[in-house]
């Protein structure tokens, strides 16, 4: 604990014990392209507990939607479907024989498709995005039509079976045939070409080098579509390039020392990446030597402590880049074009843009939850004590699904654990050292999912359930059926909205002093007034909202995945929409918060002060005072780049522009016109203060900062040291 005067305590925590998945899968919603990159690319990363998170590239890589897996789930595999004009669609494969094909508005498995074979181990997207392939542990190839459409998943045929694991897979130019590599260390080709008569039959067979303790494995296959050739990776640490044409080996390397897991390339195949159990990302140049074109080995970096499982990359104008992950928990994303060199970036193991932790001021009580457990701590007064909090109840749910959202009543006595298909609710009853845990029946509830909840007080609740309804629930009723309804205005849905239905759904829900807010992921900003239950339009933002929060001013404070802030006065008419505040600094954030890489993740008001604000990040802290204003900056204003070229940068020359319909443009105009009309002869009358504003990046990595009590906040710390890992792969050290 750390005492910052004028009676204000940070608690800084380290002892909740929150560890996300391993990292298993990673795809990329479209492929690599010489043209600008679309508004709505993103990034679909699997995990070993069953979660799949939704990344946007832009603005820093901003995640902006988690699909919580469940009970004796993982994602062992993903694809993406794009189709221009039809929304996309996103598979899984984990551990079974079903294909999983997801609804991104609900979280929800929209189909799950037997493939009627064995233990699927492999998939991969046909280049046309007609069909999916699936490799079997007993030898089969299953290929599934998806042209029908959202949700339609279709049997077309079983290519000849063979007796060995399908461990990777990849389709060839025009999906005329299919590569896969196999457990018995052999790649097998099968013509895939309609009305050839050896359509389903194997047409080449090539093996690999074999181990002298064990079978070989070939984890890795990659088409070169460029040079026509195949590239594999195998248990040995071989790289081989082999000609698809005369099913020959060409060139081989062995430049691993254990497994390659994963292989990637650029867009014009001059570039190959590989990695696997020895941590390593090897890079291969495609290299005129005079007589031939060769593949030689270039470079290799170290980015990763731990098995590197999975890697994928993405080329477009402008921007390049190759993103990996593995047993190490966290994402790092490096150039292809200057990988050798090049700067790259590791993501916190916990990115908190979808936080797992609440506090209780009354209480004194931390609560966290994480897959179907539920843990609360009690947490101290006495600022000397070593060990000043204790875990007083340990709840373990036993539904399948993982838990969404959790809420605590004001007195801290009733607490609520949502999941995307039920509600449950529970009395806490302090004893002793410990919290006795009673659950209460509500029928409403156990039938209704819930993906967001906010106490108004000891009793009422406003939640939002899984199809996007806002209720306002009083469990002190005695008919459990009687909730009330709050309709939201409507919000026109954008480009990428259309494309990427979770968009329009609600991605921030907070209460306070008699206001609910609510934003939606295309920037639209609703207020409910708790005494009518009428909600009306705030504005309709044309950013990505990653962090609000109601204030005691009677606010609320929104920031946007540029890290930009705006404050939005709740009791108003529309012409008196901004608060003084951010007329006077919207354009005087000091140059330390306007260059932070990490975005917002987290707001909180101080309830000493009712004009100051809390932001936080992964690892900074920053503090606004709002009764004072911010120094002028005499910088000038920097264009919109991507900062270290390891983000698409947001400049519209770079981004997919032309086809963006009239809808972006209007709400983009609309908000323009609604800043630049309210700032107009403003002048402010406050005294600007260098102390008006405060940062520090103390503390890292944070999972959650808020208010424990009036005078005392509390900052929650997951270190990468204090994540157990298993070993990994040791390599010679140097000497020198």
């Known amino acids: 604990m750390i005492e910052t005067g004028k009676k204000q305590v940070v608690h800084r925590s380290?002892?909740?014990?929150?560890?996300?998945?391993?990292?298993?899968?990673?795809?990329f919603s479209h492929p690599s392209t010489d043209k600008v990159a679309p508004a709505e690319l993103r990034l679909a990363v699997g995990r070993s507990n069953g979660d799949i998170e939704i990344w946007n590239p832009r603005d820093d890589w901003v995640q902006e939607n988690v699909i919580l897996g469940g009970e004796g789930r993982s994602i062992e595999g993903l694809a993406w479907c794009s189709v221009a004009g039809e929304p996309l669609r996103l598979f899984s494969i984990g551990g079974s024989t079903v294909v999983t094909e997801w609804d991104l508005t609900t979280g929800l498995p929209l189909v799950n498709y037997d493939c009627n074979s064995g233990?699927?181990?492999?998939?991969?997207?046909?280049?046309?995005?007609?069909?999916?392939?699936?490799?079997?542990?007993?030898?089969?190839?299953?290929?599934?039509?998806?042209?029908?459409?959202?949700?339609?998943?279709?049997?077309?045929?079983?290519?000849?079976?063979?007796?060995?694991?399908?461990?990777?897979?990849?389709?060839?130019?025009?999906?005329?045939?299919?590569?896969?590599?196999?457990?018995?260390?052999?790649?097998?080709?099968?013509?895939?070409?309609?009305?050839?008569?050896?359509?389903?039959?194997?047409?080449?067979?090539m093996k690999v080098d074999k181990s002298k303790k064990e079978s070989t494995l070939v984890w890795s296959v990659l088409y070169l579509a460029k040079q026509n050739q195949i590239v594999s990776g195998d248990s040995t640490g071989c790289i081989k390039f082999w000609d698809l044409n005369y099913a020959t080996l060409t060139q081989s390397f062995k430049v691993h020392d254990a497994d390659v897991l994963c292989l990637a390339t650029d867009l014009n195949n001059t570039h190959?990446?590989?990695?696997?159990?020895?941590?390593?990302?090897?890079?291969?140049?495609?290299?005129?030597?005079?007589?031939?074109?060769?593949?030689?080995?270039?470079?290799?970096?170290?980015?990763?402590?731990?098995?590197?499982?999975?890697?994928?990359?993405?080329?477009?104008?402008?921007?390049?880049?190759?993103?990996?992950?593995?047993?190490?928990?966290?994402?790092?994303?490096?150039?292809?074009?200057?990988?050798?060199?090049g700067n790259y970036r590791k993501m916190p193991v916990v990115t908190p843009f979808h936080k797992n932790i609440i506090v209780n001021k009354q209480q004194r009580l931390l609560i966290m939850w994480q897959d179907n457990?539920?843990?609360?701590?009690?947490?101290?007064?006495?600022?000397?004590?070593v060990k000043n909090y204790k875990l007083v109840s340990k709840l373990v749910l036993k539904d399948e699904q993982h838990i969404q959202t959790c809420a605590l009543s004001t007195d801290g006595q009733v607490l609520l654990v949502g999941r995307l298909s039920t509600t449950k609710v529970f009395h806490l009853q302090p004893s002793e050292s410990k919290l006795n845990v009673t659950k209460l029946d509500n029928e409403f509830l156990l039938r209704t999912g819930c993906?967001?909840?906010?106490?108004?007080?000891?009793?009422?609740?406003?939640?939002?359930?899984?199809?996007?309804?806002?209720?306002?629930?009083?469990?002190?009723?005695?008919?459990?059926?009687?909730?009330?309804?709050?309709?939201?205005?409507?919000?026109?849905?954008?480009?990428?909205?259309?494309?990427?239905?979770?968009?329009?759904?609600?991605?921030?829900?907070?209460?306070?002093?008699?206001?609910?807010?609510?934003?939606?992921?295309?920037?639209?900003?609703?207020?409910?007034d708790l005494e009518t239950n009428v909600s009306k339009v705030l504005?309709?933002?044309?950013?990505?909202?990653?962090?609000?929060?109601?204030?005691?001013?009677?606010?609320?404070?929104?920031?946007?995945?540029?890290?930009?802030?705006?404050?939005?006065?709740?009791?108003?008419?529309?012409?008196?929409?901004?608060?003084?505040?951010?007329?006077?600094?919207?354009?005087?954030?000091?140059?330390?918060?306007?260059?932070?890489?990490?975005?917002?993740?987290?707001?909180?008001?101080?309830?000493?002060?009712?004009?100051?604000?809390?932001?936080?990040?992964?690892?900074w802290l920053v503090n606004i005072d709002m009764s004072l204003d911010l120094p002028v900056s005499k910088r000038k204003k920097q264009k919109k780049r991507g900062r270290d070229g390891l983000t698409i940068s947001t400049d519209p020359s770079q981004i997919d522009g032309e086809e963006e319909d009239e809808e972006d443009e209007e709400l983009e105009v609309k908000e323009d016109y609604l800043l630049k009309t309210q700032k107009a002869q403003y002048v402010s009358s406050k005294k600007r203060s260098d102390k008006a504003f405060f940062y520090t990046d103390r503390y890292r990595p944070m999972l959650f900062a808020g208010k424990i009590a009036d005078d005392e906040i509390i900052i929650v710390e997951r270190p990468n040291f204090l994540i157990s890992q298993q070993p990994a792969f040791e390599l010679e050290k140097l000497v020198f």
């Open 373 to 385: 457990i539920v843990r609360i701590w009690y947490v101290g007064e006495d600022v000397n004590e």
């Open 539 to 619: 504005i309709r933002m044309n950013n990505f909202i990653t962090a609000l929060c109601i204030t005691p001013r009677t606010t609320v404070v929104v920031v946007t995945s540029e890290n930009k802030i705006y404050e939005f006065n709740l009791n108003s008419e529309k012409d008196q929409l901004l608060t003084e505040w951010f007329k006077a600094n919207h354009e005087n954030l000091p140059q330390q918060f306007n260059t932070l890489k990490g975005r917002c993740t987290g707001v909180f008001s101080d309830e000493l002060n009712k004009d100051k604000v809390w932001f936080w990040g992964t690892d």
């Open 451 to 528: 993906k967001f909840a906010k106490f108004i007080d000891d009793s009422k609740f406003i939640m939002c359930s899984q199809n996007d309804e806002i209720i306002r629930v009083d469990l002190e009723e005695d008919d459990d059926e009687k909730v009330v309804t709050i309709e939201l205005p409507e919000s026109p849905a954008t480009k990428s909205s259309s494309k990427l239905t979770y968009l329009n759904t609600v991605n921030h829900l907070d209460v306070h002093g008699g206001y609910a807010v609510v934003s939606r992921g295309t920037g639209a900003l609703d207020a409910i």
């Open 272 to 341: 190959l990446f590989t990695s696997g159990v020895d941590r390593k990302i090897f890079q291969f140049s495609y290299i005129d030597t005079g007589k031939t074109m060769k593949w030689i080995s270039t470079s290799n970096r170290l980015f990763h402590s731990n098995d590197v499982r999975s890697m994928c990359s993405y080329q477009c104008k402008g921007s390049d880049f190759l993103v990996s992950g593995g047993i190490e928990k966290s994402l790092v994303m490096c150039s292809m074009s200057s990988f050798a060199d």
């Open 119 to 205: 233990v699927i181990w492999s998939i991969a997207m046909s280049n046309d995005m007609t069909k999916l392939a699936v490799g079997c542990d007993n030898g089969s190839v299953v290929l599934i039509n998806i042209s029908g459409g959202k949700g339609v998943l279709e049997h077309e045929s079983i290519l000849t079976r063979q007796e060995s694991r399908i461990l990777s897979l990849t389709w060839t130019a025009n999906d005329e045939s299919l590569v896969a590599g196999c457990s018995d260390g052999r790649i097998r080709i099968w013509c895939t070409k309609a009305e050839d008569p050896n359509k389903g039959r194997v047409l080449h067979t």
């Open 14 to 27: 380290r002892f909740v014990k929150l560890t996300p998945g391993n990292i298993t899968a990673l795809a």
